[in-house]
C-alpha cells in the first residue's frame, strides 16, 4: 500500500490511503468531521484556512512554540500577535489574551505544551459575556 500512495504522489482518503489515515477519523478524535494532514504546520493552515483567515486579520499566539503557530498566520497575510506566557506553564497567559483582542482578530492559536492545556480564555470571556447578557 505504502508504495502505492509514494508512487500516486496523492495522500488522501480514497486513493489507497485510507488506512494510513484512519487514526484521524471522526470517530477517533470524537469530532463531527476530521481532515487527515501531512504535518501539524498543515494542520495549522488549513485550520485559518477554514476560518477565512487573509491579510489584515490578527492571530492571538503565544511566542514560546515552535515556528508554525506563528508562521500559519503570516502565510496566509494575517498578522500574528504575540501574548505573554504563564511562568509556571509556559503556556500563553490567558489573563492577557483579553487584552491582545481587536476587531481584527480572527482566531487565537493557544498552543498546549509539556502535556499541559492551555487556558484559551474562553472561560472568563464566556462568564463576562453571562453577566452582561440581560
Ligand atoms: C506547537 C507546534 N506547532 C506546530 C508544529 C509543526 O508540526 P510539523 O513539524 O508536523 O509541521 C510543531 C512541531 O514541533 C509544534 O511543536
Redesign the pocket.
Request: hydrophobic share 55%; charged share 5%; no cysteine.
Given at each position: 500500500m505504502l508504495r502505492r500512495v509514494v508512487d500516486s504522489a496523492v495522500v488522501h482518503p480514497g486513493h489507497g490511503s485510507r488506512r494510513a489515515s484512519r487514526p484521524s477519523s471522526p470517530r477517533y478524535v470524537g469530532a463531527k468531521h476530521a481532515i487527515g494532514c501531512?504535518?501539524?504546520?498543515?494542520?495549522?493552515v488549513l485550520s485559518l484556512h477554514a476560518l477565512s483567515v487573509r491579510g489584515g486579520d490578527e492571530i492571538v499566539t503565544t511566542p514560546f512554540?515552535?515556528?508554525?503557530?506563528a508562521s500559519c498566520a503570516a502565510l496566509l497575510g494575517a498578522t500574528p500577535v504575540f501574548v505573554d506566557i504563564e511562568p509556571g506553564t509556559f503556556n500563553i497567559d490567558a489573563a492577557k489574551i483579553e487584552d491582545a483582542i481587536t476587531p481584527k482578530t480572527k482566531a487565537i492559536v493557544p498552543?498546549h505544551?509539556f502535556g499541559q492545556c492551555a487556558d484559551d480564555g474562553r472561560d472568563s470571556r464566556d462568564r463576562r459575556a453571562l453577566a452582561e447578557s440581560p
Open positions: 501531512a504535518s501539524g504546520t498543515d494542520a495549522l512554540s515552535f515556528f508554525a503557530s498552543v505544551l
